[in-house]
């Protein structure tokens, strides 16, 4: 039997691995949403889902729901990049898809995805938008000046031609090119090429959407692809806002070449020590065929090369993956394992399968155990305290059993005095929450947009019309060290509240027989940690060489609208959490406060009823008993729910081969009203992740 006809007799080898396990993720995710849904939905017909675990459930299952998993490719011009996306993710077309032909291809950032809500296009952003102060978020949002073509899957021949656009070019002159941002006479290793004329070929497109129902694409694959060190560097939102969204990133070489200096550039200023899960591709390893050496000798100068590599950039040798994706695609083309096998690409497929999306799937597991804590820590609060109150009611009925009218009315007596005394602490809680929402207004007030903006202005005055980089590091750098000040008062703030509040919880908890538990105030660490992050990558553009690049109107424009854009994501998102947890307290103590209104009051009334009627005291005895029977079967039915949650968020898909023990044990109790949980609790532009 032939190779190809050995090959064709097991048709799965040749699809691409990451296709099962993606599907394997895709059914996981798909089984925890609903699974979390239902739970939500019984605790929430039970009376038993307070509003802030029901926004956080929510956010969980959409997240589910919408999760992608962004990977870039990232390489210089020429280096097999597109082909390689051909390889992994296209030959299922029949064809090449992305154009890959030798010199510059892609011109523009691509990035490829699948919107079930749009119909399959291919959507173009003009090159000279950079004109305009839009960042390219808002221009998502903002289609108008979009030039969108229809894509037809089932054409693939079609498909090719219509992707050819992202190739396209414009000729434009060197004052055009540099209002653009696209050229600059102090760093001209990075221009564009200059025609005889004296002009300048830019790229026609900024951005390109492909919206394509693709299998990987379908089941939750983002693929970013970007063009070159030049289109990296004058585009600040890819480097600060696109590539560190990724999840994962390719960077692509030449075997032929190895690391070159614009290589090297694009690794130290964008991939290396940005906390991406970076894998290096060593393409076009057939070019360092030599027919005159014998096959061992040939395989030791791939190694050779791989372990300088590996050596240049810093990474283990492990990251690093031979491979000829020119090699692969025809094989797959083809339909020959054999030469699938010879290129090299399963290693690195198999790779980003045990890697990459165990990673994920372990971070997914995380927000559902703390979406279910959530929910349920309400819920167990409200089931603990029910429960407390039938059997304070059980007692007293089963006190009255033979006694006279006096002794009713002697018990009546003493719920009315409860009642008032209950009541009389309602003024002194008032009181407390006015002084806790004052503090929790100067914390919100430490965080508000406002301080932003007060130091944006000292950075403008300081960087003037141009982009001198002394003067703006030192502006940048005030700017963040304020910021950070911010973020500090808003922390010791936040924790005294929290201790006034942990203060009244005890004394409800003490004196009144209320079950409120301190959840501890939001840690803004991480908060702290992202500014950080967000000072060193930004600052980079402080630098000398990319303060050249970056020294026209559209550029710096764009630039401080990323700037802004990030920090207010950082100073929101600490303000959110902490208004989700003060909503979360206050929430307790208003259900508890309506439950216990209640509670005196069915003890009122059942007292009422037995004065008035001498059968009444079983009946009503016999009552509360079945309530109570009710909350018990409600805390197995919960803790079902839960423990099947449990062990299909620590299972993970089919493909998983360890467990996530590490995520922590979700104990379950609800009968004793016990919780213990040992584990730790947008994508821009395109398709969110």
Not at 165 to 173: D, E, G, I, L
Request: hydrophobic share 40%; charged share 25%; with cysteine.
């Amino acid at each position: 039997m032939s190779t190809f006809e050995s090959s064709c007799a097991d048709p799965l080898a040749l699809q691409p691995a990451l296709e099962p396990q993606l599907d394997a993720l895709a059914d996981w995710r798909l089984a925890l949403e609903r699974d979390l849904a239902q739970l939500e939905d019984f605790l929430s017909q039970s009376d038993l889902l307070s509003p802030s675990a029901a926004a956080a459930s929510e956010a969980v299952r959409h997240r589910l729901t919408t999760d992608k998993l962004v990977v870039a490719f990232v390489a210089e011009f020429s280096r097999g990049k597109s082909e390689l996306i051909n390889a992994i993710f296209f030959a299922d077309a029949g064809r090449r898809i992305l154009p890959a032909t030798p010199g510059r291809t892609t011109m523009c950032p691509v990035e490829l995805s699948w919107d079930p809500a749009e119909l399959p296009t291919l959507d173009l952003l003009p090159i000279d938008t950079r004109l305009q102060a839009r960042t390219l978020a808002e221009w998502t949002v903002q289609r108008d000046r979009w030039y969108r073509l229809p894509l037809d899957p089932a054409d693939p021949e079609g498909l090719a031609q219509s992707l050819q656009q992202v190739t396209q070019t414009r000729v434009v002159s060197r004052e055009d090119a540099q209002a653009l941002g696209l050229w600059s006479d102090a760093h001209p290793a990075d221009n564009p090429p200059t025609l005889d004329d004296g002009r300048v070929e830019i790229p026609a497109w900024r951005h390109a959407i492909i919206n394509y129902p693709h299998p990987l694409l379908q089941r939750g694959l983002v693929v970013v692809d970007t063009p070159g060190l030049n289109a990296i560097g004058t585009e600040p939102e890819l480097t600060l806002g696109l590539l560190p969204s990724a999840h994962a990133a390719l960077f692509v070489l030449g075997a032929d070449t190895g690391v070159t200096r614009s290589d090297l550039d694009i690794w130290n200023d964008h991939l290396g020590g940005q906390g991406l899960s970076c894998f290096v591709v060593l393409n076009k390893v057939d070019t360092l065929a030599d027919p005159l050496a014998s096959l061992e000798e040939q395989q030791a100068a791939v190694e050779r090369q791989c372990v300088v590599t590996a050596q240049t950039l810093g990474i283990p040798r492990e990251r690093v993956f031979p491979l000829s994706a020119r090699q692969a695609l025809a094989a797959r083309l083809q339909g020959d394992l054999t030469a699938l096998q010879a290129s090299g690409l399963p290693e690195l497929e198999t790779a980003l399968n045990q890697q990459l999306l165990p990673q994920r799937q372990r971070v997914l597991a995380k927000a559902v155990i703390g979406g279910v804590q959530s929910m349920l820590e309400h819920a167990i609060r409200r089931l603990r305290d029910q429960r407390r109150q039938n059997a304070e009611q059980m007692l007293e009925l089963r006190g009255l059993r033979g006694k006279s009218a006096g002794r009713v009315a002697q018990m009546l007596e003493r719920v009315h005095a409860d009642t008032a005394e209950f009541e009389r602490c309602t003024a002194r809680l008032t009181a407390l929450r006015a002084v806790h929402a004052r503090l929790q207004h100067k914390i919100l007030k430490a965080l508000e947009a406002d301080r932003i903006r007060e130091g944006m202005v000292e950075l403008d005055a300081a960087i003037g019309s141009g982009w001198p980089a002394l003067r703006g590091r030192g502006a940048f750098a005030k700017l963040c060290a304020g910021l950070q000040a911010q973020l500090d008062t808003a922390a010791s703030l936040n924790t005294e509240a929290g201790q006034m509040l942990q203060a009244l919880f005890g004394q409800l908890n003490a004196e009144f027989g209320f079950s409120l538990n301190f959840v501890p105030v939001p840690d803004l660490t991480p908060f702290k940690n992202e500014l950080a992050l967000i000072e060193r990558s930004y600052g980079r553009y402080f630098g000398l060489s990319s303060a050249l690049r970056m020294n026209s109107t559209v550029s710096s424009d764009q630039f401080r609208r990323m700037l802004v854009s990030k920090l207010r994501v950082v100073f929101e998102s600490a303000s959110a959490e902490i208004e989700g947890w003060n909503q979360a307290a206050s929430g307790q103590i208003d259900s508890q406060f309506r439950d216990r209104r209640r509670g005196f009051r069915r003890r009122r009334e059942s007292l009422e009823r037995i004065q008035h009627a001498t059968g009444e005291l079983e009946a009503r005895l016999s009552e509360v008993e079945t309530q109570d029977a009710k909350l018990l079967e409600l805390s197995d039915q919960a803790q079902a729910m839960a423990a099947k949650l449990r062990r299909r968020a620590e299972v993970g898909p089919d493909y998983q081969d360890a467990s996530l023990s590490e995520l922590g044990a979700l104990d379950i109790d609800l009968s004793e009203g016990e919780f213990v949980h040992s584990g730790q609790a947008s994508w821009q532009p395109g398709a969110a992740a």
